[in-house]
Nanobody, 124 residues
Framework: QAQLVESGGGLVQAGGSLRLSCVVSGITFGSYTMAWFRQAAGREREFVGAFHWSGATTHYTDSVKGRFTISRDKTKNTVYLQMNDLKPEDTAIYFC?????????????????WGQGTQVTVSS
């Protein structure tokens, strides 16, 4: 049974950094595209970025380009989201998700497995 467990969230001041982790078990980690989504209070879930299963491609939503980086450690079955220069509008619950399609999806409905989420709060 697949299990995705996020960690690393917390409270940080604007301009600060956080690194989120998502440990994956129960699936063949290297065969899944791993993505991060976020959901702010009162808003719809939003695609943040994804790391293609091949390792050759990453894709980010425009609002985080140049500030956020997704990476993967196959030896630890872990995907990371490094977040720099955080802004108050980045405040949300962040979720990791896994998808076995051959291309990167921005639609959450395409992802088969999800973590429980970790809260990120950025104060101004």
């Amino acid at each position: 049974q697949a299990q995705l467990v996020e960690s690393g969230g917390g409270l940080v001041q604007a301009g600060g950094s956080l690194r989120l982790s998502c440990v994956v078990s129960g699936i063949t980690f290297g065969s899944y595209t791993m993505a991060w989504f976020r959901q702010a209070a009162g808003r719809e879930r939003e695609f943040v970025g994804a790391f293609h299963w091949s390792g050759a491609t990453t894709h980010y939503t425009d609002s985080v380009k140049g500030r956020f980086t997704i990476s993967r450690d196959k030896t630890k079955n872990t995907v990371y989201l490094q977040m720099n220069d955080l802004k108050p509008e980045d405040t949300a619950i962040y979720f990791c998700a896994a998808d076995d399609d051959s291309y990167i999806n921005e639609k959450g409905s395409e992802y088969e497995y999800w973590g429980q989420g970790t809260q990120v709060t950025v104060s101004s």
